[in-house]
């Protein structure tokens, strides 16, 4: 009974939703026609497959998701690893590196527009005074660089959770591990992999779950920062999706869509599960 | 030795570099006047240092006489949402703190039951909620918006509040779960004997001995509801529901957009969030991470 006020709205809103998309997907479901909903098995997914922005979409996920998983992971252990060490300021430069978390992505994202504005950014005109570009570049409307500058955007916010986690981990690492790797006179990258790395894969395994997540379910940068563009470049799934739903209308496709999307997210999480090899880790109860 | 230091040292600059630059960015335009936003090349400095950028954010009349006296050389534009923006901090702590406040309440309660109360079906339960954190938002957006639609709670608070706890829930539960197991339940089993109920035993007992992990959730599920920006876009579409981050998310894109009240909201904004995360930071560590770590 003492479930129910916790469970209720996940339920009702979570997977009873999750159940009608995946009713969505099978279906034929076009505001934008006169047609009237009707079943059509794999139609939409055959539909997708043939749709060039689908493609192009689909490559730039898979390219911002190789891109932001390894940076949020090695830029988070970085950060962990440093600020686990002992100097003046540590204290400090632990509450600043935390800062980010709470700012909303849009923030993030609307400053970041600022700061790669074509005529009036931060960013063109560091670059022409320390002369290595000679007039100012339009970096939004060019593929590479408005990618990541969203990834950068998204980056900001998403990295202090993670250190956060890993930094506790680093902590808790008891004193004797170390001490008996350094009489086994184990070398600075050693002592690293055997016993630090060793110590955090569990909580990396969680990262790398939250990073592909995050990678995965993106939207707030691009909407705020490139509207999908230049040239459907980095028009993330999750913002064709959006399209899809809200300008196309066609529910089907966008169903068909998102159950792709939890297809993936479950099969990298059963792929990290298996790559770390975390035979003992289980949700306990 | 001296060598470990500059590159420690150097790394911290570059980390802290990394953090306040884009704040300070911000901070900066915000205390420009357009006419200078509009420049080129950019001031790295505000050349007037002014807030009236911050009066404007909450008296978008006035600002709007302000640029119009200017002359049309700037042409300027002022999205309309923008004159929503005082009503939509109200707005956004509202969401926020009934959010926090639900998720406190009934995941103390559904993680008490999963933990203590070992009856058949928790752990099926107990894996579903997790499981609840799977699912893609975007899956459930168009089903979400289609049943708040047909029982007319389109463009309410209520609408967004709903689909913010069903995000920070299965969270909430598992920070709460692990945290939990890791308390001894001698005290419990004690008070259990001596003839308590299960809530009497929550409510005197458990409850003071979970604080950090209580106080670390309801920051947690107070921040992700604080910055949620999609199903807030979709849900509303008056000044009655909009929040901080819809206002921003919705002006930022116009061209031409007076970019000086953009940067005095969206400091505005973060600094609740800057606050709790300074004030709350030991809480945050001690709560979350016995659960992601032991």
Redesign the interface.
């Given at each position: 009974?003492?479930?129910v006020?916790?469970?209720a709205?996940?339920?009702?809103?979570?997977?009873?939703?999750?159940a009608?998309?995946f009713y969505?997907s099978l279906t034929f479901y076009n505001l934008k026609t006169e047609i009237p909903p009707h079943f059509i098995g794999f139609g939409n997914y055959q539909a997708l497959a043939s749709d060039s922005v689908f493609a192009i979409s689909t490559t730039s996920t898979l390219l911002f998701a190789a891109l932001t998983i390894p940076l949020i992971t090695l830029l988070s252990l970085?950060?962990a690893l440093?600020l686990s060490?002992d100097?003046r300021?540590?204290k400090v430069?632990?509450?600043?590196?935390?800062?980010?978390?709470?700012?909303?992505?849009?923030?993030?994202?609307?400053?970041?527009?600022?700061?790669f504005d074509f005529?009036?950014?931060?960013f063109n005109?560091i670059m022409?005074k320390l002369g290595l570009i000679h007039e100012y570049q339009s970096w939004l409307s060019m593929q590479w660089p408005a990618m990541l500058v969203v990834a950068l955007a998204y980056l900001?916010v998403q990295t202090p959770l993670p250190t956060?986690?890993l930094l506790?981990?680093i902590q808790?690492i008891p004193k004797e591990l170390h001490e008996a790797a350094r009489i086994d006179g184990a070398k600075p990258l050693a002592h690293f992999r055997i016993v630090t790395f060793n110590w955090l894969k569990p909580?990396l395994f969680?990262v790398l779950v939250y990073a592909s997540?995050m990678a995965?379910?993106c939207?707030?940068p691009v909407?705020?920062i490139t509207?999908g563009g230049p040239a459907n470049f980095t028009k993330l799934i999750?913002y064709f999706?959006?399209e899809k739903?809200?300008y196309f209308l066609n529910?089907g496709q966008?169903?068909a869509t998102?159950?792709l999307?939890?297809a993936i997210?479950?099969l990298l999480?059963y792929l990290y599960f298996r790559a770390l090899s975390l035979g003992r880790l289980r949700?306990?109860? | 030795m001296e060598r470990r230091?500059i590159g420690?040292?150097a790394?911290?600059i570059i980390?802290?570099l990394?953090?306040?630059l884009?704040?300070y960015?911000?901070a900066n335009?915000s205390l420009q006047s357009e006419v200078e936003?509009?420049?080129?090349?950019?001031y790295?400095f505000p050349p007037h240092p002014s807030i009236n950028n911050y009066w404007f954010s909450f008296d978008i009349e006035s600002a709007v006489k302000y640029f119009l006296a200017q002359g049309k050389a700037l042409s300027l534009f002022i999205p309309g949402v923008m004159k929503d923006f005082p009503r939509s901090i109200l707005n956004s702590v509202i969401v926020g703190v009934t959010v926090m406040i639900?998720n406190i309440?009934?995941?103390t309660?559904?993680?008490?039951?999963?933990?203590r109360?070992r009856f058949r079906g928790?752990?099926p339960?107990?894996?579903?909620?997790?499981a609840?954190?799977?699912?893609?938002?975007?899956?459930?957006?168009?089903?979400?918006y289609?049943?708040v639609r047909s029982v007319g709670l389109l463009d309410s608070l209520v609408a967004v509040i709903?689909?913010h706890?069903?995000f920070t829930?299965?969270f909430?539960?598992?920070i709460l779960?692990?945290y939990l197991?890791t308390i001894p339940t001698d005290i419990e089993d004690a008070a259990r004997v001596e003839g308590y109920s299960?809530l009497e035993i929550l409510r005197k007992i458990t409850f003071p001995l979970i604080g950090p992990a209580i106080v670390a959730i309801g920051i947690t599920s107070f921040?992700i509801s604080?910055?949620e920006?999609?199903f807030t876009?979709?849900l509303t579409q008056s000044a009655a529901s909009r929040t901080?981050?819809v206002i921003?998310?919705s002006a930022?894109?116009v061209p031409r957009v007076t970019?000086g009240l953009?940067?005095s909201m969206?400091i505005i904004?973060?600094l609740p969030?800057?606050a709790?995360?300074?004030l709350f930071?030991r809480y945050?560590?001690s709560g979350?991470?016995a659960g992601?770590?032991k």
């Open positions: 009974m003492c479930l006020p916790a469970l709205p996940l339920f009702l809103f979570g997977f009873y939703p999750l009608y998309a969505l970085g950060e440093l060490n100097f300021g540590v430069l632990q509450v600043l590196a935390l800062i980010p978390w709470g700012i909303p992505v849009v923030v993030s994202g609307s400053i970041y527009r600022f700061i005529n009036f950014g931060l005109d022409l900001w956060l986690l506790a981990g808790s909580i969680i997540l995965l379910w939207f707030d909407y705020v509207v999750t999706t959006y739903m809200f529910f966008a169903g998102t159950i999307i939890l997210t479950v999480i949700l306990r109860v | 230091k420690l040292y790394a911290a980390l802290a990394w953090v306040l884009p704040i960015w911000m335009l936003i509009y420049t080129v090349p950019a790295y639900y309440l009934a995941g309660l559904g993680a008490f039951g999963i933990t109360i928790a752990m339960l107990f894996y579903a909620s997790i609840g954190r799977l699912i893609p938002p975007v899956v459930i957006a168009v089903p979400y289609v049943i709903l689909v706890i069903m829930m299965p909430t539960i598992w779960n692990t197991l299960y921040m604080y910055g920006f999609f876009l979709l901080i981050p921003i998310g930022v894109a970019k953009i940067c969206g904004g973060i969030a800057i709790v995360v300074i930071r945050l560590i979350l991470v992601a770590v």
